[in-house]
Every structure is written in structure tokens, then in C-alpha cells.
């Protein structure tokens, strides 16, 4: 029979160690990996949320692989990465660095940078998408149209559409890399400057041989961070576009929205999970491939 | 609140009734579940009261969910022995439901499918399998034309009653700035809001069409008609002189709502939600008919099922209730709530109601109506909206993206009905 007092001392702490991971393990297995098994049992059959689950095989696979919409708005996913990424690396790192240096009115003008970060996404996506509107409601084309300028449509537009979603949704995030940037900066030692300063270095080779490097692990997390938002971007373009979701004819539609529309407007629960596991992927790859760069660091 | 007191005290009345063996009646509790609008909400609990005064031996628990999840927990519910005797649903849903075996046909007794096809509204039927029904609304909604009574008046037309007429009062109507940007449209367009339901059930059939065939299972507005209906609708905001925009002022109700369009086509439950604008002042006229006189509507509504967790003496219950909720009395009392339109001409079409000034347009439009059978509403509604977007955004001859529109919905059409 088993006796606690039998255990060595070894054999009760790794007991007791077992026994407060239990909470952690069992947490995230109910709520992280059962649904993400069965995410990807659910992308192999049919089911519409209604009815029994029918086994379909790859049916769901093979009909992403055909769809057009798909390709398209794994297109527009990337973009939203390639676009929103860099634009918002150098914008936040640009401002970082210049504020840095300001002490005039710093803490109020960094609270000003960081305010857009903590509204509500749904609220701010709400006011630019009226910024956008035509003439009478617009902001910018009631602002073109008065010095007689022809109006832009921001929205209603198959080009100009993804460029407009992606503006409030960058300056959303603008805020919060700031501050990890300027955090970055205030851990650079100041003796590498004063030695810059006595070898009498101009501020390019400073900027470019001492701060940049040194600001690496900022720049990784902060690539790794905001990749994974634009890869899974959603609020911004819902919001902006509810009417017509993703349009217009798609060029603003991510994955994530896809996903949404087949799973809760078509009740195609297969192929919104069969979409799920290839966002998986590509959110895996896109992790291990920056986790790599980041090791050769 | 009064019914729950009442509720409170049939309940316990029943209770020690059944307690002192006084009598064999005792109290049945069945589940109503519907999804949040206030007003329906409102007119259900008026529903429920006046139901439990008259079957003091039932009682009625209204459940309502926001309507996001309002089909996840019915069909998590019902499975499991749990939730509603009696469920909504929209009417486009009745196949899934059926196939899933969450609702059972309505009694044949109760609910004879001759007397059925005889009192209500004949786009009803679509709720009918052989010689049962699985469902029956209470209310129904259809759509009508709102006019601004200032904005015709400061122009000087009248309401139009024809196509014809209805161009030349938005283009009356049209207010452009010096640059040519619009200000104020005759007329409000967008395929996302009701347009869709007027393009297909409404012009097609009007141009001389038929939008679909076999049950709507086979797409047939890519035909002579549906490009007349089409190039008629895009002819709006893209001919010479537009007399509206798509996404002007955002959604089309919203450019009605603020006094910047003359004319909006919209259901009959949008009569809410202008009532209370403070210094809009709006007509109701019924959708405009061709020259020759042809006229066509669309209609939708939400019905009431028994679910196949109801059984024995709540089924019974149930039966009753259902009786009750698609009664002639229960009718008037949503139309007077919640402004839906009855589902019976015998109650919508009687003088006050049909010659109602804001009701009048929309029963009178049941008349023609027609309700398609919507296999995926939303993804439907999406291929007329890119339809539009291809001929505007992209340039593609009207023809050409009427025909890549049809195709792509019979697509959508053939998976659902292949499963």
C-alpha cells in the first residue's frame, strides 16, 4: 500500500513540485491546448455548429488551396506585415530618439505618444474611418474640398483602402514602442558616448556603430511584438469597414477576418478552422524564424 | 416587474393546488428563448403574461441572449436536454435547424397545413415539408420606400409611385457643392444595407425576371432582366448627373437619419428607429412599381419552433404556446410593440392597419412579396456587394460582373445544398 512516509525527502519534493505545477499544467491544457487539438481536428471535417461533426479529410485544406479569396487575403495579411512593420519600427524609433534628447515638456509629450495605445481600438478605428468619409462628413475631404482640391476615397477604394486601415492601427501601437525604445536607450551606458565624444565622433557613426547595436534585443522584441499584431490585425479593419467587411472586394481583408466570417456568418466551422491552423503555421514560422536571429545575437 | 409577480404567484397557486391533491393540474414550466431587441423582448413579456392568465397550469421562462451568440448556445443547449421548449429563429436558418434535429414539425392537429396555407401570408410556406410545418412567425417585415416630407417639399415633388417618377424626384432632389462633390443625395444606395433584397426580389422581378429557380437552388438573375435591374440600380450613382453615392455619410440610414438624403429604401423595423429623430419629418410610400404597374417586395421574418427537448406535458405546453404566440391577438400586439407587420392578412389587412399612413406601405407590400431562400444571407449579400464594386472600383462592364456574380453564388449554393 502506498504510504506517504515511505517517500524519500527527494520523492516528496518532486511530489510537491508536481502538485503546484498541476495548476499551471492543468490551466493550460484546458484552456490552450485542448482547443487548439481540437481546432485542428475540426479543420478535417464538416461541421456547422449546429449539427454532428462529419469527417471531410483534407477537403477543407484542398478547398483553401483553391480559393481565390484566400490567396488574396493571404496577400493582404503580409502586407499588413511588410507595411505595418518597418513603417512603424522606424516612425517609433525616429521619435524615441529625438524625445529622448527633449527635456522640455518631456513627460507630457511622452503621455501624448502613449495616449493612442490606451484607447479602445473599436472607438479610435470608429472616429478615422469618419476622418475618412467623402464630403460632408470627412474630415481630410471636407478639408481638401475647401481649397478646392478633388476628394480622395480613402475606403471606397480597392488601393487606397489598405494603406487608410493600416494608418490609425500603426499610430495606434506608435505609443507602446516608443516607451520600449526609450527604456532601450536610457539602458545604453553613457560612457560609450563620452568616449565617442572624446574621439570626437560625428552623431551618424554614433547613431549607426553605438546606439543601433546596442539596441538590438529592443528591436527584435519590438519586430517580434508588432509582427505578430499585423499578422493577426482584425479590430482596426472590422471596425472600419463593418458594412462590407474586409472590402472593398477584399484588398483590406486579413486572415483573421476571414477566419471570423466563415466560422460566424457562414457557420463553415471546418473551414474556419482549417484557415486557423494555416495562420498557426505562419505565426510559428514567422516566431521561430525572428527567435533565430535573435539567438545569433 | 408585473408578470414576474404574477408568474411568482400562479406558480405557487398551481403548486399547493397540486400539494392539497385538490386537482391533478399542475405547473409546467417551458423554456422560450429568443435573442436581445428590446422591443421584442417587450411585446414577448405582454405575450407571456396575457398567456399565462389564460393557462394558469403554465408557466413561461423567457431566456434572451445577444444575438451573436444566440446559435452557439441553442445548439450547445438543446442537445444536452437543456435550454428552450420553444425557440426563434430567422427563417433562413429552418435547414440547419432541421437537419440537426434541434426542432420537431408543429402537430398536424393544432397546426393543419390547409388551414396554415389558407390564413397567413403565402411566403409562409417556405416553412412547410411536406404536409407539416416546422415553424410559424408571428410577425413579418417587408420593405417600403422613406421619403424626407421637407426635402420633397423644398423641391416641389411629390412621393413617387413609379421607377420613372422616383429618378426624377432624387434628381430633384440632389443638392452638389461647387466642385461637384455631393451634399445631399435624392436617394440612398448600398448593397449592404436592404438594397440587395430590393435588387433581387424587387427589380429583377420587376424587369421581368425570375432571380432563381428551383427553390432558389439555381441562380437565374444573369438573364436580360437582371442586367436591366442592375444597370437601372448602378445607373443611380454612376450616370451623368448621380443622384447618390455609394457610402455617403457612411451607411445609407444614416444619411436619411441626418436630413442628406430625400429617399432610402428600408425594412419596416427600421420605423423604430427613425420615430424618435428629433426634426426629421418622414413618409412611407410602398416601393415603386414599373411603369406598366408591375410590383415586387421582399419579405423576411423570424419564426417560433417546438424544439425536440420538449416532451410529454411540456410539449403539450408548448403546442399551447405556440398557438397562443401565432394567434390573431398576439399579432396586433407585436405590431403595436415591436412594428413588425402580422403574418395573416386577416390581421394585417384590416382597414386601420393596412390604410396605416407608416404601417400601411409595408402590409400592402406583403401582397408581392417574396421571401428568398437564403442557403448563407451574409455571404449571398456579399457577392451583390462586389458585384457592385467590380463595375465601380474596377471598370468591369455590368454584364460581365453580373455573370461572374451568378456564378459564384450558384457555387455557394451547390456547396450548401450538396452537405
Known amino acids: 500500500m502506498f504510504r506517504w512516509s515511505d517517500l524519500t525527502i527527494r520523492q516528496k519534493h518532486i511530489a510537491w513540485a508536481w502538485a503546484f505545477l498541476a495548476v499551471p499544467v492543468l490551466f493550460y491544457a484546458v484552456i490552450r491546448f485542448y482547443p487548439t487539438g481540437n481546432a485542428i481536428l475540426i479543420s478535417f471535417q464538416d461541421w456547422n455548429l449546429l449539427g454532428s461533426r462529419e469527417w471531410a479529410g483534407l477537403d477543407n485544406y484542398v478547398k483553401l488551396f483553391n480559393d481565390p479569396e484566400f490567396w488574396h487575403v493571404f496577400r493582404n495579411t503580409f502586407v499588413y506585415l511588410l507595411l505595418g512593420t518597418p513603417i512603424s519600427l522606424v516612425l517609433s524609433f525616429v521619435i524615441a530618439y529625438h524625445l529622448d534628447k527633449l527635456r522640455f515638456m518631456h513627460g507630457f509629450l511622452r503621455m501624448l505618444y502613449f495616449l493612442p495605445f490606451m484607447t479602445s481600438a473599436v472607438a479610435m478605428a470608429w472616429v478615422w474611418r469618419w476622418f475618412y468619409q467623402p464630403v460632408p462628413i470627412g474630415l481630410f475631404n471636407n478639408f481638401l474640398a475647401s481649397f478646392g482640391i478633388p476628394q480622395i476615397n480613402f475606403l471606397n477604394s480597392t488601393t487606397n483602402a ?47 556603430e553605438i546606439t543601433i547595436p546596442l539596441l538590438k534585443p529592443t528591436i527584435v522584441f519590438i519586430v517580434v511584438f508588432s509582427s505578430i499584431g499585423f499578422l493577426r490585425i482584425f479590430d482596426h479593419v472590422f471596425n472600419m469597414t463593418t458594412n462590407n467587411p474586409g472590402g472593398p472586394l477584399n484588398s483590406t481583408k486579413p486572415l483573421v477576418l476571414m477566419i471570423y466570417e466563415s466560422a460566424f456568418s457562414s457557420f463553415d466551422m471546418g473551414y474556419a478552422a482549417a484557415q486557423t491552423v494555416v495562420l498557426f503555421v505562419v505565426l510559428l514560422a514567422v516566431s521561430l524564424l525572428q527567435l533565430r536571429i535573435l539567438r545569433d545575437n | 416587474m408585473a408578470f414576474e409577480k404574477f408568474r411568482s404567484l400562479a406558480f405557487a397557486t398551481a403548486t399547493s393546488l397540486a400539494a392539497l391533491g385538490a386537482t391533478s393540474a399542475q405547473a409546467v414550466e417551458i423554456e422560450y428563448w429568443q435573442y436581445f431587441f428590446d422591443a421584442r423582448v417587450t411585446a414577448m413579456e405582454q405575450l407571456i403574461e396575457n398567456f399565462e392568465a389564460a393557462n394558469p397550469d403554465i408557466t413561461v421562462k423567457m431566456t434572451h441572449f445577444p444575438y451573436a451568440d444566440y446559435r452557439t448556445k441553442v445548439a450547445a443547449a438543446i442537445p444536452a436536454g437543456e435550454g ?79 421607377l420613372d417618377e422616383m429618378m426624377q424626384v432624387a434628381a430633384a432632389t440632389t443638392k452638389v457643392d461647387g466642385a461637384g462633390n455631393l451634399t445631399q443625395v435624392g436617394m440612398t444606395a448600398g448593397m449592404t444595407a436592404q438594397d440587395h433584397h430590393w435588387w433581387r426580389e424587387g427589380l429583377v422581378r420587376q424587369m421581368g425576371g425570375e432571380p432563381y429557380l428551383n427553390d432558389y437552388k439555381t441562380v437565374n438573375y444573369n438573364s436580360d432582366a437582371g442586367l436591366k435591374a442592375l444597370e437601372f440600380y448602378t445607373n443611380m450613382f454612376m450616370g451623368e448627373n448621380p443622384v447618390t453615392a455609394i457610402g455617403f455619410m457612411d451607411e445609407p440610414q444614416a444619411a436619411f437619419k441626418a436630413g442628406r438624403a430625400a429617399m432610402h429604401i428600408d425594412g419596416s423595423f427600421r420605423i423604430g428607429s427613425l420615430a424618435d429623430i428629433r426634426g426629421l419629418k418622414w413618409g412611407v410610400t410602398e416601393l415603386p412599381a414599373t411603369a406598366d404597374g408591375v410590383r415586387s417586395n421582399y419579405s423576411s421574418y423570424w419564426v417560433n419552433a417546438i424544439t425536440t427537448k420538449a416532451e ?71 457577392l451583390m456587394v462586389e458585384m457592385i464594386e467590380r463595375i465601380q472600383l474596377q471598370g468591369m462592364a455590368p454584364a460581365e460582373s453580373l455573370a461572374v456574380a451568378a456564378e459564384a453564388e450558384q457555387k455557394l449554393l451547390d456547396e450548401y445544398y450538396a452537405k
Do not use: C
Open chain 1, 162 to 208: 489598405l494603406p487608410s486601415v493600416l494608418a490609425p492601427a500603426v499610430w495606434a501601437g506608435l505609443g507602446f514602442q516608443i516607451i520600449i525604445f526609450m527604456a532601450g536607450l536610457r539602458a545604453i551606458p553613457k560612457s560609450y558616448y563620452e568616449a565617442a565624444k572624446i574621439d570626437g565622433v560625428g552623431w551618424w557613426t554614433v547613431l549607426w
Open chain 2, 84 to 162: 428552450p421548449d420553444v425557440v426563434q429563429l430567422f427563417y433562413g436558418w429552418l435547414n440547419d435547424y432541421v437537419e440537426a434535429e434541434l426542432i420537431q414539425p408543429l402537430p398536424a392537429d393544432s397546426f393543419p397545413a390547409s388551414k396554415i396555407d389558407a390564413e397567413f401570408f403565402p411566403m409562409v410556406q417556405a416553412m412547410k415539408e411536406g404536409d407539416a410545418y416546422w415553424a410559424l412567425p408571428t410577425a413579418v417585415r417587408s420593405l417600403a420606400l422613406f421619403y424626407n416630407e421637407r426635402l420633397l417639399e423644398e423641391a416641389g415633388v411629390e412621393p413617387p409611385t413609379t
Open chain 2, 312 to 382: 410529454g406535458e411540456k410539449y403539450d405546453a408548448a403546442v399551447k404556446f405556440m398557438e397562443y404566440v401565432t394567434s390573431d391577438e398576439a399579432m396586433q400586439i407585436w405590431l403595436d410593440v415591436v412594428g413588425e407587420l402580422p403574418a395573416k392578412p386577416s390581421v394585417g389587412m384590416t382597414d386601420e392597419n393596412a390604410n396605416d399612413d407608416v404601417f400601411g406601405p409595408f402590409i400592402r407590400g406583403l401582397e408581392y412579396a417574396h421571401t428568398t431562400k437564403f442557403a448563407d444571407e451574409s455571404g449571398q449579400r456579399q
